[in-house]
């Protein structure tokens, strides 16, 4: 086999690597960014079930409703932590003291 041979066949191995590799890249790519919007949606979920949760135990406090969800107190408190950080306005520091006017 020649060298001229030897080269162009490298090459061919070299293009068809490459056309490879962009292929499967493309595949993680697009994988990721459906896994990226199901993400998003779980989370939506989430903060859905923790706000229901946290009605419960308004409604029922928090031992009773530990013990209809079946979970551990601790565990639904944080839960329900998470639910009124998820409904607090978005613009943390409006109307706190640290924000207000000063007293005259």
């Known amino acids: 086999m020649s060298r001229h041979q030897t080269d162009e ?3 061919r191995r070299l293009l068809a690597a490459q056309r490879a590799e962009s292929q499967a890249l493309r595949v993680v790519m697009t ?7 199901l993400q998003e949606r779980v989370n939506a979920v989430d903060i859905e079930l923790a706000e229901a949760q946290a009605t ?3 409604i029922s406090g928090v031992g009773r409703a530990a013990s209809l969800l079946e979970l551990d107190e601790r565990e ?3 839960r329900v932590k ?3 950080a ?3 306005p978005r613009n943390p520091g409006i109307g706190t003291a640290r924000n207000s006017p000063p007293e005259t």
């Open 9 to 11: 066949a490298a090459r």
């Open 31 to 37: 994988v990721a960014r459906r896994k990226e919007a």
């Open 56 to 58: 419960l135990t308004s």
């Open 76 to 78: 639904l408190r944080q």
């Open 82 to 84: 998470r639910a009124d």
């Open 86 to 88: 998820a409904t607090e």
